[in-house]
């Protein structure tokens, strides 16, 4: 799992990678009831590879895409977003489990090393066998 700010969700849209994001806002009293469940999904994720979680406060949205910021409707949301699109909104209910399972959704392979090139195999050359020879 990788725990990203705004600016890396910024440098994520570059990427072909979704990202589960939660949009907050300081003094929000839904938001301060989900605080303890979204950091129960986070120290759960934390040990999984493949997803990235983002958390943006409604005065950092300013600096996202248009698109993005103004999709937003209310706090908190949770959303998957990828290339600096909404992909879908979660809409399930507050729960660790549905939360959890809603990230697992858009879990991605990790990057993987590329294996190095082998070198080309050159053929073995080939010796002219001699016929034997006929004994009369």
């Given at each position: 799992m990788k725990s990203v700010g705004v600016?890396?969700?910024k440098a994520t849209f570059t990427m072909d990678i979704p990202v589960v994001?939660?949009?907050y806002m300081n003094g929000c009293g839904h938001c301060e009831v989900l605080r303890p469940v979204w950091n129960?999904?986070?120290?759960r994720v934390h040990a999984m590879d493949g997803i990235t979680i983002a958390e943006?406060?409604?005065d950092e949205m300013q600096t996202l895409?248009?698109?993005l910021k103004n999709s937003i409707m209310g706090?908190?949301?949770i959303c998957a977003v990828k290339k600096g699109k909404t992909l879908e909104e979660y809409h399930g209910d507050r729960s660790g489990a549905s939360i959890m399972a809603f990230c697992k959704k858009f879990a991605h392979a990790p990057a993987k090393p590329k294996p190095k090139a082998k070198a080309p195999v050159k053929p073995k050359?080939?010796?002219p066998v001699k016929p034997k020879a006929k004994h009369t």
């Open positions: 600016q890396e969700l994001v939660l949009y129960s999904v986070l120290q943006v406060e409604r895409p248009t698109a706090f908190p949301t050359a080939k010796v």
